[in-house]
C-alpha cells in the first residue's frame, strides 16, 4: 500500500470527497458500489464485486434469486439430491 499523494478532511457526515482524479484512473463513477474493508488500522475502499453466498468466492459468480452464487457451487448444488 502505498500514498496516493492526496490529505482530504471528513464532513460533518463522515464523507470524503475523492479526487476526480483517482476516479478516474479507478474508473469509479457516480452511483457505482464502493465496498470498505479494514485491515488493522486501515481501510480500504475496494470496487464492489459480489460475493458468493456459501464460499466467499468472487470468482465466475452469478445472480440467482437476488443472491450470488459461484459457478463451483451452483455445480455443487446440481449433483445435491432430493428425497
Ligand atoms: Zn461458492
Not at 450470488?68 to 446440481?78: A, K, P
Request: one cysteine or more.
Amino acid at each position: 500500500m502505498k500514498p496516493a499523494g492526496v490529505v482530504r478532511k471528513v464532513d460533518q457526515l463522515g464523507r470524503i470527497v475523492l479526487p476526480k482524479s483517482l476516479r478516474k484512473r479507478y474508473q469509479m463513477n457516480e452511483g457505482d458500489p464502493v465496498e470498505i474493508l479494514v485491515q488493522g488500522d486501515h481501510i480500504i475502499l475496494e470496487r464492489y464485486r459480489p460475493r458468493c453466498v456459501f464460499c466467499g468466492s468472487m470468482e465466475d459468480v452469478k445472480e440467482f434469486k437476488e443472491r450470488y452464487l459461484c459457478e463451483q457451487c451452483m455445480s455443487e448444488m446440481g449433483q445435491l439430491q432430493i428425497r
